[in-house]
């Protein structure tokens, strides 16, 4: 019995490796494919947005305050995507770096030629999970945006263009930021884990910013506590991730062969 439940298990994991590998390979080669689509649902979300305005534009001025949000919410992950991968061109974006800062554990640094060849090489595996994990993020994180902040012009009260102002900028960034994570993670850049703690911190300084920026202003009671409830929700969010992910991050045989050319001992 034990002998066919341990069989059941090693086939799983067969399979779900190999459909991680095809997972990470579309990714990789069909990310325009994701744009296009990706910028065709921003448009009809900000078409369904602008129309439905509290604020209706009146004018072409605020026609554009209502429609500029999405338009940089749009196109943030795309300008992360791509500036990541001008960043760090082939052949100069596996370098190793010369301080390590993960130290935990007992390595044997490996070759070029052992890291192209070891089996934990590549972005795939849990590495195609967090990929997904960030494509997912960028797309959950919008959404809540266009769930919760109501698209208004400027002819609102001051709370009003505080909040929008505050919750675009922290969208923008953030989704910015993941996207040049995913760009350097499929690309096997040795600085993807560093960067991917630096954007985490980044996301909770985000919440935390936006919570003592929106609270310097009077705003309705109900409109505040909406607020705080998104803003713990997404800082919770972040601490899971990063309860999940940075043991793996650490200790995972893939991504220390993959980010850091070495192997345990």
């Known amino acids: 019995m034990m002998r066919r439940v341990g069989q059941f298990i090693q086939d799983e994991l067969c399979r779900w490796f190999g459909r ?11 990310i325009g494919v994701i744009f296009t689509f990706w910028v065709l649902a921003m ?17 072409p001025t605020a026609f554009f305050e209502l429609l500029l949000p999405y338009v940089l919410a749009t196109f943030a992950p795309v300008a992360g995507f791509m500036l990541a991968q001008a960043s760090f061109p082939l ?47 960028v797309a959950v994180r919008t959404l809540e945006f266009a769930v919760a902040v109501p698209s208004m012009s400027s002819a609102v009260p001051e709370w009003g263009r505080v909040i929008m102002l505050a919750m675009t900028f922290d969208l923008v960034v953030l989704n910015f930021f993941y996207m040049v994570c995913f760009s350097m993670a499929i690309r096997v850049v040795p600085l993807f884990p560093r960067m991917l703690v630096f954007t985490w911190l980044l996301d909770i300084q985000m919440q935390l910013a936006i919570a003592n920026f929106v609270g310097a202003f009077a705003t309705p009671e109900s409109v505040g506590s909406a607020l705080i409830l998104l803003l713990n929700s997404n800082v919770q969010k972040v601490l899971i991730s990063i309860i999940i992910w940075l043991p793996i991050l650490i200790l995972s045989q893939r991504i220390n062969v993959t980010y850091r050319s070495r192997e345990a001992v």
Do not use: D, H, M
């Open 20 to 30: 991680s590998r095809k997972t990470a390979r579309f990714l990789k080669y069909r």
């Open 43 to 59: 448009a009809v979300l900000a078409i369904a947005k602008t129309i439905n305005s509290p604020t209706p534009a009146g004018s």
């Open 91 to 137: 052949g100069l974006a596996n370098q190793q770096l010369g301080t390590r800062l993960s130290r935990w554990g007992k390595w044997r640094s490996l070759t070029k030629g052992e890291v192209a060849s070891n089996r934990a090489y590549g972005p795939s595996g849990l590495v195609a999970t967090i990929l997904v994990g960030f494509l997912l993020s």
